[in-house]
């Protein structure tokens, strides 16, 4: 609403004019940007969202070969103990091979996708728990089925191996581990 | 010209004042006698004015009285424990503090609903199931939700308070009528009457006596920061605390207010002088 | 006046490949840029455009609100709520569009008041004041619905007493009221719907503003003398003169706008709202948004039966009959000048039904009971004699003073010392259709 001419009338003082509109203008554009900033803030996770508790999982019950898909932050997540056989063809997998190199672990940033990295650790290298979101768009991947006999999407072909890593379709990333750590033997805490 | 833009003005100014008619309308019995029978008293709050902020030391002993007398009666559904980091309150402390209600979660693998140790996205757990049992654990009297109560609280202010209202900003109805009461009780006057069960109390709201009995007592809750133990502090206490509940963002409100305030009067300054400068063009 | 011949001139290649296909920058250009307004207007005449700015205002603050809100009885409060604590901004978004409402309504009724002041309403202006009606008919409706939204106690009950004015109306009366609320008492269907209506009403009156901008630049503005616009002398441009002032204007509201929703943010409303609606329990002084109070009063005012009508259906008449007697404004004035300016008389009554229509709002927020009750009757009497009695008889009795020849006269010789009205003979009105 503050459109305004900026042309020095002749004979006027144009430069304290024009100094005085500009400043108008400026302000004008300043305050109608800054009320925009509520209207796209609010869209933004609220404060209830964003302090949503971890989950903490019983997995006293799964015996070698079983898994289980537990809701964090409104996304599946796949705890799975893994067979003998899984984990030594993951380990097999020269890293030379995967399509995505990053192990994608918060737990440990930026490490190579090695199946150690994927999986929960020394130790503990039968357990992988992992966000059972498909990096390519966001389908839920069946287990145990695809190519390598891990994961696989069905909406757009993507296939996992055992440790989650993608290795052939159009899905950039390995599947995503969340933080989490075992609070006990039996216990996951995930978040 | 002068003249109607000063007659529409102080239209404006007089539907100001219908206008509060309606605010403070609300809550009042107009049958004789009126209650409340006193007004409330004003208290001098930190968190009023244009300024207005909360003192977190008293917050944080508003919440001890909140906990360790009110919430045996009083829900507070929509507070959080993670809200407690406005009282200043780190992370750590409000998960100890949490750790200390247990909430009800499931249902489990066995479809089973257990308990569980309260953490920071939980809110505080209220002190019955429901409505029912509330009112008949209090003689029938179902305690209200302190979640908003210092919102939800508002004695007429009458005329000509109202109007003034809008310039000195007053908006601590709330917690000036909780402190009210809590410190207000009373032996009843000679003659008057009042319902069995219930204690009079000349600010309540709502009649000459409330089913509340007076829940506070000198020294009922220890202070460690060396405030007195009394329980006029305990009211002021409390009452800055709900008012804290009911409107956790007040201080950013005010702070964020001066700016765009300050911002507009700048605005509006520039858009004078350009305006003269354009108009100084014509006759008009 | 407009609409005689456009002066757009598209500058560059694109602009004139768009204007000879979809003229839209020619109408913008012709509507808000080279569009001739009277030289003389003041700030009473910056409303209209301070409207439009709070209607956007309204829309865009109820619509990211929208994203929050859950339209159930279970949930609404609760929602509600979580905007105010948990959604980033919430607090300040909800507290906008709250007191949007009611500034919304502060600057309708100034808008009112300044065309009743002027003559705004007196041909060739109809229409558009009749839309204007349509407005405020429409405003009223939202603004209703949208206070039942948050599902506290006095959203409730203002929804239970104002959805009741329909059982007053014998045989359809009922099933009416049944057929607005889905239901025999106001309750989960009633929330939806409300919800829905809410959302779509102010659409509508986006859609009414157009046709009423539309009405206003066919016929022009009306300006203080009252007088229309004869030569170019007489105008200036829309920008940057007029437009200029109105953000002047619209300025200064925001600061009494933001005083409000930071300061005192729940001064206009009701701390019974901030108790989840309860059907079981009636809140012990129910009174409506302050805007609505004028109308709760005459609504209050008919305590007797008139004839065959009882006072309950007597009441809704009265109250639905003062605004539709809007409608019929510009044919109740017999006055041949159009502002108030030059009518010495009218300027009185004027200003006594300002402070009467104030009155009568403060008398609808007191309790029906003493002498409340007659002022109320008596008011509202003086409300309807305004319009009914006073406007069509002081036409014909009253002597107006001379009116100016034309707009530039009026400007100049107030300029030149304002020698007053110089004692020549009445000159004749401007009243061409």
């Given at each position: 609403m503050s459109e305004h001419e900026t042309t020095a009338e002749p004979g006027g003082e144009p430069t304290r004019r024009d100094f005085l509109f500009l400043t108008t203008g400026m302000a004008a554009v300043v305050g109608g940007a800054t009320v925009a900033w509520p209207f796209i803030d609010q869209m933004r996770p609220d404060a209830s969202t964003l302090a949503l508790a971890s989950v903490e999982v019983d997995v006293s019950s799964l015996s070698e070969g079983m898994s289980l898909t537990v809701q964090w932050r409104g996304r599946p997540v796949f705890i799975r103990n893994r067979t003998e056989e899984e984990v030594e063809a993951a380990q097999a997998v020269e890293l030379a091979e995967l399509k995505d190199p990053v192990a994608r672990n918060e737990n440990i940033p930026n490490a190579e996708a090695t199946d150690l990295n994927r999986s929960a650790g020394e130790g503990m290298e039968n357990w992988i728990v992992m966000i059972g979101s498909c990096t390519h768009l966001g389908c839920v991947p069946l287990g145990q089925a695809g190519d390598y006999n891990g994961w696989f999407c069905p909406c757009h072909g993507s296939h996992y191996d055992t440790a989650g890593r993608i290795r052939r379709g159009p899905a950039p990333e390995n599947l995503p581990v969340p933080p989490f750590e075992f609070i006990s033997d039996s216990m996951i805490r995930i978040g | 010209m002068k003249k109607l833009v000063s007659g529409l003005l102080s239209l404006a100014f007089l539907a100001g004042l219908a206008m509060s008619g309606a605010a403070f309308a609300q809550e009042e019995e107009h049958e004789t006698p009126h209650y409340p029978l006193h007004k409330p008293e004003h208290v001098d709050w930190s968190f009023a004015g244009p300024f207005g902020h909360y003192d977190k030391g008293q917050l944080q002993r508003g919440l001890k009285v909140y906990t360790e007398v009110c919430a045996a009666c009083h829900s507070m559904d929509r507070v959080a424990?993670?809200?407690?980091?406005?009282?200043?309150?780190?992370?750590?402390?409000?998960?100890?503090?949490?750790?200390?209600?247990?909430?009800?979660?499931?249902?489990?693998?066995?479809?089973?609903?257990?308990?569980?140790?309260?953490?920071?996205?939980?809110?505080?757990?209220?002190?019955?199931?429901?409505?029912?049992?509330?009112?008949?654990?209090?003689?029938?009297?179902?305690?209200?939700?302190?979640?908003?109560?210092?919102?939800?609280?508002?004695?007429?202010?009458?005329?000509?308070?109202?109007?003034?209202?809008?310039?000195?900003?007053?908006?601590?109805?709330?917690?000036?009528?909780?402190?009210?009461?809590?410190?207000?009780?009373?032996?009843?006057?000679?003659?008057?009457?009042?319902?069995?069960?219930?204690?009079?109390?000349?600010?309540?709201?709502?009649?000459?006596?409330?089913?509340?009995?007076?829940?506070?007592?000198?020294?009922?809750?220890?202070?460690?920061?060396?405030?007195?133990?009394?329980?006029?502090?305990?009211?002021?206490?409390?009452?800055?605390?709900?008012?804290?509940?009911?409107?956790?963002?007040?201080?950013?409100?005010?702070?964020?207010?001066?700016?765009?305030?300050?911002?507009?009067?700048?605005?509006?300054?520039?858009?004078?002088?350009?305006?003269?400068?354009?108009?100084?063009?014509?006759?008009? | 006046m407009s609409g005689d011949h456009s002066t757009y001139v598209p500058s560059s290649g694109v602009g004139k490949w768009v204007d000879s296909r979809l003229p839209l920058p020619r109408l913008m250009h012709d509507s808000f840029v080279s569009y001739p307004v009277p030289r003389n207007l003041n700030y009473a005449y910056t409303f209209g455009g301070i409207l439009m700015v709070m209607l956007v205002v309204q829309i865009l603050t109820g619509v990211v609100l929208a994203m929050h809100y859950a339209a159930s009885t279970q949930m609404a409060f609760d929602s509600v709520e979580k905007i105010m604590r948990d959604v980033n901004s919430g607090w300040l978004l909800r507290y906008m569009h709250a007191n949007g409402a009611s500034f919304f309504f502060i600057a309708v009724y100034i808008h009112i008041f300044r065309g009743l002041y002027y003559g705004s309403y007196k041909a060739p202006r109809e229409i558009l004041w009749i839309l204007g009606v349509v407005i405020l008919l429409l405003m009223m409706a939202t603004a209703f619905m949208g206070y039942v939204l948050p599902w506290g106690q006095m959203s409730f009950w203002g929804a239970t007493v104002i959805t009741g004015f329909f059982t007053a109306f014998p045989v359809i009366g009922e099933p009416l009221q049944q057929l607005l609320l889905g239901g025999f008492a106001v309750d989960n269907p009633t929330l939806n719907r409300f919800f829905s209506l809410h959302y779509l009403l102010p659409f509508m009156i986006a859609g009414v503003v157009i046709l009423h901008v539309w009405a206003l630049h066919v016929t022009g503005q009306t300006n203080p003398t009252g007088v229309d616009v004869k030569t170019k002398t007489d105008t200036v441009a829309f920008t940057p003169?007029?437009?200029?002032?109105?953000?002047?204007?619209?300025?200064?509201?925001?600061?009494?706008?933001?005083?409000?929703?930071?300061?005192?943010?729940?001064?206009?409303?009701?701390?019974?709202?901030?108790?989840?609606?309860?059907?079981?329990?009636?809140?012990?002084?129910?009174?409506?948004?302050?805007?609505?109070?004028?109308?709760?009063?005459?609504?209050?005012?008919?305590?007797?039966?008139?004839?065959?009508?009882?006072?309950?259906?007597?009441?809704?008449?009265?109250?639905?009959?003062?605004?539709?007697?809007?409608?019929?404004?510009?044919?109740?004035?017999?006055?041949?000048?159009?502002?108030?300016?030059?009518?010495p008389w009218y300027k009185v009554f004027f200003w006594v039904f300002a402070i009467n229509a104030v009155f009568l709002g403060w008398l609808g927020s007191r309790p029906a009971e003493g002498w409340y009750v007659t002022a109320s009757q008596l008011s509202t009497l003086y409300y309807f004699a305004f319009f009914l009695i006073i406007m069509p008889l002081l036409g014909m009795i009253e002597t107006p003073r001379r009116v100016p020849n034309s707009i530039s006269e009026a400007v100049l010789s107030r300029k030149n010392g304002g020698s007053g009205q110089p004692a020549a003979a009445v000159s004749a009105p401007e009243d061409r259709a």
């Open positions: - | 424990f993670r809200n407690l980091e406005d009282l200043g309150y780190s992370e750590d402390q409000v998960r100890t503090l949490a750790g200390n209600y247990e909430v009800e979660d499931g249902p489990d693998a066995g479809g089973d609903m257990f308990m569980r140790p309260a953490t920071g996205s939980d809110t505080f757990p209220a002190p019955f199931a429901n409505p029912e049992a509330a009112a008949a654990s209090n003689g029938g009297a179902v305690p209200p939700d302190f979640s908003l109560i210092a919102k939800a609280r508002a004695v007429e202010r009458g005329f000509p308070n109202f109007v003034f209202d809008i310039f000195t900003m007053y908006a601590e109805n709330g917690p000036d009528y909780i402190h009210s009461l809590l410190t207000g009780y009373e032996e009843a006057p000679e003659g008057t009457e009042i319902p069995q069960g219930t204690y009079y109390n000349p600010y309540y709201i709502n009649g000459p006596s409330l089913a509340m009995a007076p829940p506070l007592s000198e020294g009922i809750v220890t202070y460690d920061d060396g405030a007195p133990e009394t329980v006029e502090q305990y009211s002021r206490d409390v009452s800055a605390f709900l008012m804290w509940a009911a409107e956790p963002h007040l201080e950013e409100r005010k702070a964020l207010g001066f700016k765009v305030i300050v911002f507009l009067l700048i605005f509006g300054t520039l858009l004078y002088f350009t305006k003269k400068t354009i108009w100084s063009r014509i006759e008009h | 003169y007029a437009t200029l002032k109105d953000a002047l204007a619209m300025v200064v509201f925001f600061v009494f706008f933001a005083y409000f929703i930071f300061y005192i943010p729940n001064y206009l409303g009701h701390a019974d709202n901030y108790i989840q609606a309860n059907p079981l329990v009636t809140p012990s002084h129910i009174v409506p948004e302050w805007y609505f109070l004028p109308f709760y009063a005459i609504l209050r005012a008919i305590t007797f039966n008139i004839g065959p009508i009882d006072s309950k259906l007597g009441g809704v008449l009265a109250m639905f009959g003062s605004i539709a007697v809007l409608f019929f404004l510009p044919w109740l004035d017999t006055s041949r000048v159009r502002s108030a300016v030059y009518r």
